[in-house]
C-alpha cells in the first residue's frame, strides 16, 4: 500500500557543538537544531570538497613522508564525499517521488470530486 502522505523531512534533532580549540574555552560554533538533513549533506559535501582540494594541494608541496599520510586523508576525504553524495542522491530521489506521489494522490481527490 502506498502511503498518500509522505513522511516528513528528516532534520537535526540536537544542537551539536565545535570550535573549542581543544577545552581551552567553551565552543564557539554549533549545527542548530531542525536542520533539514538535505541542507546538512549539501554543507558537509562542500566541506568535504574544500578539505579534499587542500589536502591535494598540500600532497604537491609536502616531502615525501608526509605526502604518504596526506594520501591516506585524501582516501579518506574522497570515501566519505562519495557517501555523501550518495546519501544526497538518495534524499533527492525521495523527494521527487513524494512530490510525484503528492500529486497523483491530488488528482486522485480532485477527480473524486
Same mark, same amino acid.
Given at each position: 500500500?502506498?502511503?498518500?502522505?509522505?513522511?516528513?523531512? +528528516? #532534520?537535526?534533532? #540536537?544542537?551539536?557543538?565545535?570550535?573549542?580549540?581543544?577545552?581551552?574555552?567553551?565552543? &564557539?560554533?554549533?549545527?542548530?537544531?531542525?536542520?533539514?538533513? @538535505?541542507?546538512?549533506?549539501?554543507?558537509?559535501?562542500? &566541506?568535504?570538497?574544500?578539505?579534499?582540494?587542500? !589536502?591535494?594541494?598540500?600532497?604537491?608541496?609536502?616531502?615525501? @613522508?608526509?605526502? !604518504?599520510? +596526506?594520501?591516506?586523508?585524501?582516501?579518506? &576525504? @574522497?570515501?566519505?564525499?562519495?557517501?555523501?553524495?550518495?546519501?544526497?542522491?538518495?534524499?533527492?530521489?525521495?523527494?521527487?517521488?513524494? #512530490?510525484?506521489?503528492?500529486?497523483?494522490? @491530488?488528482?486522485?481527490?480532485?477527480?473524486?470530486?
Amino acid at each position: 500500500m502506498t502511503k498518500p502522505v509522505p513522511d516528513p523531512p +528528516l #532534520t537535526t534533532q #540536537t544542537a551539536t557543538t565545535f570550535g573549542s580549540c581543544n577545552g581551552s574555552h567553551e565552543p &564557539l560554533f554549533a549545527v542548530r537544531a531542525g536542520v533539514s538533513s @538535505e541542507d546538512a549533506l549539501i554543507h558537509a559535501s562542500i &566541506l568535504i570538497k574544500s578539505a579534499y582540494q587542500t !589536502n591535494a594541494q598540500a600532497c604537491e608541496l609536502a616531502d615525501p @613522508e608526509v605526502r !604518504n599520510l +596526506l594520501w591516506g586523508s585524501q582516501h579518506t &576525504l @574522497e570515501m566519505s564525499l562519495a557517501l555523501i553524495e550518495a546519501l544526497l542522491d538518495e534524499v533527492e530521489a525521495r523527494a521527487a517521488t513524494s #512530490t510525484v506521489l503528492q500529486r497523483s494522490a @491530488e488528482a486522485i481527490q480532485a477527480a473524486v470530486k
